[in-house]
C-alpha cells in the first residue's frame, strides 16, 4: 500500500486509541474498588446504551473481516455464518436473557452455583468460561495481524507481530483502568463507527451495480471462477460425507454457542432489571440482523469488484476483503477516494478489535477473579474478599491477554471467522448445557453440573487437537506434521451432545439428593426477578 494510505490509516488508528484511552482515563476516576462497579459498571446502563454495547461486543472482527471474506471466497456456503450468528440471538432473547439477568450476579457460575455446591461447580464453570475466552481473543488478534499486513503491504510479519502484541497491550490497559464502565462506552462508540462505515460501503456497492442485485451476484460468480456453484451450497461443505457433517456442526455451533459466550452473559448484569435485560436483546437484534445483512452485500461485492483471486491473492484466509472492496470502490489504488475509504474502512475494523478484545478480556478475568480466586482462597471479609477480587481480576488481565498474544501470533494465517466458530462450539459444548439444566431441570445436582462443563468442554478442545485445523492440512496450524484423527473441522456435532449427555449421566448417577428448595427459590427469582441484585 502507498504511504498515503498507511499514514491516513495509522492517524486514524491513533485518533480511535486516543479517544478510548481517554475514555478510560475519565472512567478510571470513578471508584474501580468494588465488584459490582468494575465487572457489571454499576448496572446503571440504559437497554438502549447496553444493546448498543452487546452490539458492539458481538460484531467482531469475525463478522465484520472473517465473514465478508469466507462469502467472497465461497459464496452461499459462507453465508452460513452470517445465518448462524443472527439466528443465535433468538435462543439467546427467548431462553437466556431475563433468566441469567435473575438469577446471577456477575458471571455465568453464579447461575449455575444458586443451586449446587458452589466451589466445584464454579471451579469448572470458570475454567471453561476463560477456555472459550481465550479461543475468542485469538480470533480478534489474528485480525488485527491481517488488517497490519494488508496495510504495510503483507511484506513485514515483524510489524504483523508487535501490532498483536499492541492489541493485548490496549486491552489489558482498558479492563484494568476502566472495568465494565469504559469497556462499555468503547464498546458503544464502536458500534456506531462500525454501522456507519458497513452502511457507507454497502451503499457504495449497491450503486457501483445500479441497485440490481442480481447483477451483484452474476458478476460475484463470474469473477470468482466457480460460475453458478458459486451462488449455490456445496462449494465449501458440498464434497464428501465430511464436509457435509462439518457444515451440520459448524450451524450447531453458531446456534447455540452465542447463549454460552461469558462476555455476553455478563452484559446482561449491566442493567438494573431483568426486563431492561430483554429490551436491551431487542435493540441488539435490530442492530445485529442490519449488520448481518450488509455482510452478505459486502461479501458478494467483494467478489465482485475485487475478485475471489484478488481477495485470497492478498489473504488466503480472505480477512481483507473488506479494506480491498473499499479500496477500489473508493477510485483504486493511488486516489485520494481510495485512499480516504480504505483508511477509514481500516480504522474501523481495527476499533472494533479493541472493543471486542475489551469485552472478552474482562468477561475472562472476572472469570478468574469471581469464580476461581474466590472459590479457591479462605473466606474474608465481604468487603476484603470484594476488593481482592477485582485486584486479581486486574492481574489477570495480564496473564490473559499474554496467552492469547502467543496463540494469535500462532494462528495468524487461519480466518477469523473460522476461529469464532471454534469457540462458538466450546461454548455450546460446554457452557449451554449446564446453563439449561440449571435453569429447567429441577433434578439437577452437583455431579451433573461438574460432569456437564467438563464432559463438554474436553471432548470440544480435544477434538480440536486432534482435527485437520491443528495439522494434516496445509491451512493447519502445524501443516508440516499430521496426527489428526478427527475428520471435521469444528466438533460442535460431537462434543455438544456429549455435554448434554454427560449432564445428564452425571445427575442421574449421583447420590446427592437434589434441593427441592433451592430451586423452587432459583425458579421464582428467574421467573419473576425477586430477590434479584
Not at 433468538?90 to 438469577?103: G, I, K, S
Not at 451462488?231 to 464434497?239: A, D, K, M, N, Q
Request: hydrophobic share 55%; with cysteine; aromatic share 10%.
Amino acid at each position: 500500500m502507498s504511504g498515503d494510505h498507511q499514514a491516513l490509516a495509522l492517524l486514524l488508528f491513533s485518533a480511535f486509541v486516543a479517544v478510548t484511552l481517554g475514555i478510560t482515563t475519565w472512567v478510571s476516576r470513578h471508584r474501580q474498588g468494588s465488584a459490582e462497579e468494575f465487572y457489571a459498571g454499576g448496572r446503571l446502563f440504559s437497554p438502549m446504551e447496553n444493546g448498543f454495547a452487546i452490539a458492539g461486543d458481538y460484531m467482531s472482527a469475525a463478522s465484520f473481516l472473517g465473514i465478508s471474506g469466507l462469502i467472497a471466497l465461497f459464496g452461499y456456503d459462507g453465508m452460513l455464518y452470517s445465518v448462524g450468528f443472527l439466528v443465535a440471538w433468538l435462543v439467546v432473547l427467548f431462553l437466556v436473557a431475563e433468566l441469567v439477568r435473575n438469577c446471577g450476579r456477575f458471571t455465568l457460575a453464579d447461575v449455575v452455583a444458586s443451586r449446587m455446591n458452589e466451589r466445584r461447580v464454579r471451579i469448572a464453570s470458570g475454567t471453561s468460561s476463560v477456555t472459550v475466552s481465550v479461543l475468542y481473543l485469538v480470533a480478534q488478534m489474528v485480525g488485527a495481524g491481517s488488517l497490519v499486513a494488508l496495510l504495510l503491504g503483507g511484506t513485514s510479519e515483524a510489524a504483523r507481530s508487535w501490532t498483536v502484541v499492541g492489541v493485548g497491550a490496549l486491552m489489558v490497559i482498558y479492563v484494568s483502568m476502566g472495568g465494565m464502565r469504559a469497556t462499555t462506552w468503547i464498546q458503544i462508540v464502536k458500534a456506531v463507527l462500525l454501522m456507519a462505515g458497513a452502511i457507507v460501503v454497502t451503499v457504495l456497492v449497491l450503486m457501483r451495480f445500479g441497485g440490481d442485485a442480481g447483477q451483484l451476484l452474476t458478476s460475484a460468480a463470474e469473477r470468482s471462477g466457480h460460475g453458478k456453484e458459486f451462488l449455490s451450497p456445496g462449494l465449501r461443505y458440498g464434497g464428501d460425507w465430511s464436509a457435509r457433517l462439518d457444515f451440520i456442526s459448524l450451524g450447531l455451533a453458531l446456534v447455540l454457542g452465542t447463549a454460552g459466550l461469558p462476555h455476553i452473559l455478563s452484559r446482561f448484569y449491566t442493567v438494573p432489571t431483568a426486563r431492561a435485560a430483554r429490551r436491551s436483546i431487542v435493540w441488539a437484534i435490530g442492530l445485529i440482523g442490519s449488520f448481518y445483512l450488509m455482510t452478505i452485500v459486502l461479501g458478494f461485492g467483494a467478489a465482485a469488484v475485487v475478485g475471489t483471486d484478488g481477495v485470497r491473492a492478498s489473504s488466503a484466509a480472505g480477512n481483507t476483503a473488506v479494506p480491498l472492496l473499499a479500496l477500489d470502490l473508493g477510485g483504486g489504488a493511488g486516489s485520494t477516494g481510495g485512499t480516504v475509504l480504505f483508511a477509514v474502512v481500516a480504522a474501523v475494523a481495527f476499533a472494533t478489535i479493541l472493543a471486542v478484545v475489551a469485552g472478552i478480556t474482562l468477561a475472562s478475568s472476572a472469570s478468574v477473579a469471581h469464580d476461581l480466586y474466590a472459590s479457591l482462597r479462605r473466606p474474608v471479609s465481604r468487603e476484603g474478599s470484594r476488593y481482592g477480587e477485582v485486584a486479581v481480576a486486574r492481574i489477570a488481565a495480564v496473564g490473559i491477554g499474554a496467552v492469547a498474544i502467543g496463540l494469535g501470533l500462532l494462528a495468524r494465517d487461519l480466518n477469523v471467522a473460522f476461529l469464532v466458530g471454534l469457540a462458538f462450539a466450546v461454548a455450546a459444548s460446554a457452557n449451554l448445557p449446564v446453563l439449561l439444566y440449571s435453569l429447567f431441570w429441577r433434578k439437577f445436582t452437583t455431579r451433573g453440573a461438574v460432569w456437564s462443563v467438563y464432559g463438554g468442554l474436553v471432548p470440544s478442545v480435544l477434538l480440536v487437537v486432534l482435527s485437520p485445523v491443528v495439522s494434516g492440512s496445509p491451512q493447519a496450524l502445524f501443516p508440516a506434521v499430521d496426527f489428526h484423527v478427527f475428520p471435521l473441522e469444528n466438533p460442535g456435532l460431537v462434543s455438544i451432545p456429549l455435554g448434554f449427555l454427560a449432564g445428564w449421566v452425571g445427575t442421574v448417577t449421583s447420590s446427592e439428593p437434589p434441593d427441592a428448595a433451592r430451586h423452587a427459590e432459583t425458579e421464582v427469582r428467574a421467573l419473576t426477578g425477586a430477590g434479584a441484585v
